[in-house]
Every structure is written in C-alpha cells, then in structure tokens.
C-alpha cells in the first residue's frame, strides 16, 4: 500500500535539506516551523540565481531551524543566523531564476559576507517576499495556478523508494556505487509501490482531505553528481538512466519523479507514514 516513507524541505535553493516527520501543506510547497521550501536564494552579483549546478559545494551549507531563527553551518565557519521575523526596513533586489524575474528581499550584508566566503563567490541570500507572485507552467498545470518560490519550477517533488533501487540495481550490476535518495532532492518519498508507478498516478488522495496531482516528469540536471554530504562532484546516476529513461513526453529527456502540485488540503498536516491511495492515469500507460 502506497506510504509516505520520507518528507524533506530545502530552505534555501540548493543548500542541505532538513528531513521532516511533518509539514504543513501549502500550495506553493512544504512548510514546517515557519519556514517553506525553497523561500531563501543565492544570487550573483547580476541577481542570477545560483546552484549546485555550479557550486556543489552548496550542498555541504546545513541549514536548521532553532526557535524563531534560520541557522546555516559549514565547517571551519561560525554559524550564520538568519532571524525568521522579517526586517521593517529590508531592501529589495531584482533577482532572476530561469526566465522570471522578480523583486526579492535582500537578506544584508552580514548573510552576503558569510555566504560569499563559503562559496568563494560573490553572491547575496534573498528571500521570497510574503506578497510574491510566482506560478508552475500552466503547460502542465492546465488551469490550476499553482504558487511556487524559488524552486526550479513547481511546488514539490515525489519519487517512489522503488525508483531509487531500480537505479541502484543497474549501477551495482555496472560495478557503480548505489545513490541515497538526498541526491534526486525530492520533498516526498513514498514506498509501496512499483518501480516508476508514481509516473502513471492520477492523483494522490489521504484521508485528512489532502490530493496532490501529478504534473510533469522532472528531467534530471548533473546535480545527481553531487554528494550531497560534502558537496564533492563524481559519478552521475544520470549517466545509468539514460539507457532507459528518456521521456518522450519531455522532448526526450532523462526523468526521474514527478513534480507535484497541490488540488485540495491547504494547510492540513502530511505525516511520514501517511497511507495513500494512488489512482492511475491508465490512459498514459
């Protein structure tokens, strides 16, 4: 029976993610002690956003959530802390991610400082301002507006524990090392069902009212390469999906999950464990 095994947010893009027992259900993605996926950004010196794609060391920042403040570690670097209460006075900045731009809050020049020497680059933290105004592409979200931040370009991210051990299964038998899950980034996990079959679900139903759809199957960028541990780059599983996971539905690309938008249940609470029901799409298989 379909379960929810794992639930993570990323509090800011492309830095460690904290591994939930719990979070609010918003529309525009995961939230827990008053922090939502995604709600924080590094930019360069031009507002363009900034990733592992380019720095994998972001994967080492870790990020916790201490009382009403957003604390972010590395090694050999006191911890930076971010309260969670907004400035009256923050200056806003033009930021881009992807092709949309945007007026963001700039989080100051002590968070500026900190992550410019971490990164070993000039670069600012911003965040998603409370009145921000950013939505999924209604290519695939058809008449639903679905709200998101500073992800790459929905609200959430699911892959099944039986996708991963497909994977892990080929790269064994290639003499490769198997991944942990941390390196696909998603927010939820679930076990109990086939290989691939959250490609082919219709919806995802639990029983406190809440129903995710299924929008787009996520191509898959070389940030699979990173070990999301220490930020060191090697192998990517990328490399071993390629041989069977193009996607004629994405022009041919690799995928790897599905992104996910929430239909109904905001603000209601998922829970690790959570048993779902998974009608399929029969029609796409």
């Given at each position: 029976m379909p379960a929810i095994s794992e639930l993570t947010i990323y509090p800011i893009k492309s830095c460690a993610g904290i591994s939930l027992s719990e979070a609010v259900m918003t529309a525009s993605g995961l939230r827990h002690a008053g922090v939502?996926?995604?709600?924080?950004?590094?930019?360069?010196t031009d507002g363009l956003f900034l990733t592992q794609r380019q720095y994998p060391r972001m994967a080492s920042l870790?990020?916790?959530?201490?009382?009403?403040?957003?604390c972010v570690d590395t090694v050999q670097m006191a911890t930076l802390r971010i309260p969670l209460q907004a400035a009256t006075d923050v200056k806003m900045i033009a930021v881009r991610v992807w092709d949309f731009e945007m007026q963001a809050e700039d989080a100051g020049d002590s968070a500026a400082a900190w992550f410019s020497t971490a990164l070993e680059t000039t670069c600012r933290l911003v965040r998603f301002p409370a009145q921000g105004k950013r939505f999924a592409n209604t290519k695939w979200t058809g008449d639903t507006l679905?709200?998101?931040?500073?992800?790459?370009?929905?609200?959430?991210?699911?892959?099944?524990?039986?996708s991963l051990e497909d994977l892990n299964h080929r790269a064994i038998a290639q003499g490769r090392t198997a991944v942990p899950m941390n390196r696909f980034r998603p927010n939820i996990v679930i076990s109990g069902i086939e290989a691939f079959e959250e490609d082919y679900a219709a919806s995802y139903l639990l029983d406190n009212g809440i129903q995710l759809r299924p929008v787009k199957p996520c191509p898959r960028c070389p940030i699979p390469a990173v070990d999301q541990s220490d930020g060191t780059v090697g192998d990517n599983p990328v490399d071993i999906l390629q041989s069977y996971r193009a996607n004629?539905?994405?022009d041919g690309e690799i995928t790897f999950g599905m992104n996910v938008i929430l239909e109904q249940g905001e603000g209601k609470i998922l829970r690790v464990g959570d048993v779902l029901d998974m009608p399929l799409a029969f029609d796409a298989l």
């Amino acid at each position: 029976m379909p379960a929810i095994s794992e639930l993570t947010i990323y509090p800011i893009k492309s830095c460690a993610g904290i591994s939930l027992s719990e979070a609010v259900m918003t529309a525009s993605g995961l939230r827990h002690a008053g922090v939502s996926d995604r709600e924080w950004m590094l930019v360069d010196t031009d507002g363009l956003f900034l990733t592992q794609r380019q720095y994998p060391r972001m994967a080492s920042l870790r990020v916790t959530v201490v009382e009403d403040v957003l604390c972010v570690d590395t090694v050999q670097m006191a911890t930076l802390r971010i309260p969670l209460q907004a400035a009256t006075d923050v200056k806003m900045i033009a930021v881009r991610v992807w092709d949309f731009e945007m007026q963001a809050e700039d989080a100051g020049d002590s968070a500026a400082a900190w992550f410019s020497t971490a990164l070993e680059t000039t670069c600012r933290l911003v965040r998603f301002p409370a009145q921000g105004k950013r939505f999924a592409n209604t290519k695939w979200t058809g008449d639903t507006l679905a709200p998101t931040r500073f992800a790459d370009g929905y609200p959430m991210l699911l892959i099944s524990e039986a996708s991963l051990e497909d994977l892990n299964h080929r790269a064994i038998a290639q003499g490769r090392t198997a991944v942990p899950m941390n390196r696909f980034r998603p927010n939820i996990v679930i076990s109990g069902i086939e290989a691939f079959e959250e490609d082919y679900a219709a919806s995802y139903l639990l029983d406190n009212g809440i129903q995710l759809r299924p929008v787009k199957p996520c191509p898959r960028c070389p940030i699979p390469a990173v070990d999301q541990s220490d930020g060191t780059v090697g192998d990517n599983p990328v490399d071993i999906l390629q041989s069977y996971r193009a996607n004629p539905i994405v022009d041919g690309e690799i995928t790897f999950g599905m992104n996910v938008i929430l239909e109904q249940g905001e603000g209601k609470i998922l829970r690790v464990g959570d048993v779902l029901d998974m009608p399929l799409a029969f029609d796409a298989l």
